[in-house]
C-alpha cells in the first residue's frame, strides 16, 4: 500500500530564503508525482507535475525533482515571498487504477 | 487548460437531509473521475473511483450506501450523501482524469475547486 509523507509538517521563514520541501513515498511503481498548493479553506492549484520519466520540473521560482527509485521528490522554492504562505501537498498517482495517494502536506509561513 | 467544475461550492443543510455533489469536466471526457474528502487541518484521502457507467469502486472504510455515487456520462459524476449527519462535514473534491481529446495531457488528473459541506 503506498504512503506518502511529507517533511517538515510546518516551516517558517523569512522573506526571501530559498526553500526545500521534502516527500517521500513507499512504491516505487508510480504513473507520476505532483505538487500542489492549497490556501486555507481553498481547493488546490496543481504547481507541477512529473511523470514517472522525468528527473524534474521547473516553472518560475518552482523546482521539482523526483527520484523514483528512492522514492523522494523535492519541492525547491527560490526567493520566498510571504504570498508564498500556503500548504504544500505532495501527490503521488500509482500506475494500478490510477488513484492519487496524498502526502499530509507541508504548512508554509514566510514572514515579511 | 482542462476545468473541472463542482456544484455547489458550498452547501450547509440539517442533519438526516440528502446532499448531491456534482463534478464536471468542462472540455475533456473523462471516463474516470476520483473522489476525495478533507477533514480539518488534514490531507485529501481517497473515497471512491467513479468509473462512466459502471459501479464505483470504493476505499475501504467509506460506505458505499452513504456516499453514492453516479458516473452517468463522461463529463458528469455526482456524489451524493445520504442521512448527512455532522460528522459528515467536510470539504469533498473531485478529480477527473482526461481521456478525451487526445494529446499530450491525456491520462493527466484534473481536480475540482472543493465542496464544502457543513451538516447542522
Known amino acids: 500500500k503506498q504512503e506518502v509523507t511529507q517533511i517538515p509538517a510546518a516551516l517558517s521563514v523569512p522573506e526571501g530564503e530559498n526553500l526545500v520541501l521534502n516527500c517521500s513515498f513507499t512504491d516505487s511503481a508510480i504513473y507520476n508525482l505532483q505538487w500542489f498548493r492549497q490556501d486555507p479553506g481553498k481547493g488546490l492549484t496543481s504547481l507541477l507535475l512529473i511523470q514517472s520519466s522525468q528527473r524534474e520540473q521547473t516553472s518560475g521560482r518552482l523546482n521539482a525533482s523526483l527520484d523514483k527509485s528512492s522514492g523522494r521528490s523535492t519541492l525547491y522554492i527560490a526567493a520566498s515571498q510571504p504570498g508564498d504562505s500556503a500548504t504544500y501537498l505532495c501527490a503521488v498517482e500509482d500506475t494500478g487504477g490510477f488513484k492519487t495517494i496524498f502526502g499530509a502536506g507541508t504548512r508554509l509561513f514566510v514572514k515579511a | 487548460g482542462a476545468v473541472v467544475s463542482q456544484h455547489p461550492s458550498w452547501v450547509i443543510c440539517k442533519s438526516g437531509t440528502s446532499v448531491k455533489i456534482e463534478c464536471r469536466s468542462l472540455?475533456?471526457?473523462?471516463?474516470?473521475m476520483f473522489w476525495y474528502r478533507q477533514f480539518p487541518k488534514q490531507s485529501l484521502m481517497l473515497m471512491a473511483t467513479?468509473?462512466?457507467?459502471?459501479?464505483?469502486?470504493?476505499e475501504q472504510g467509506v460506505e458505499k450506501d452513504k456516499f453514492l455515487i453516479n458516473h452517468a456520462s463522461l463529463t458528469l459524476s455526482t456524489l451524493t450523501v445520504t442521512s448527512a449527519h455532522p460528522e459528515d462535514s467536510s470539504f469533498y473534491i473531485c478529480?477527473?482524469?482526461?481521456?478525451?481529446?487526445?494529446?499530450?495531457?491525456?491520462?493527466?488528473?484534473?481536480f475540482g475547486p472543493g465542496t464544502r459541506l457543513t451538516v447542522l
Open positions: 472540455d475533456f471526457q473523462a471516463t474516470t
Open positions: 467513479s468509473n462512466e457507467g459502471s459501479k464505483a469502486t470504493y
Open positions: 478529480s477527473a482524469r482526461r481521456t478525451r481529446p487526445s494529446g499530450p495531457s491525456t491520462d493527466t488528473q484534473y
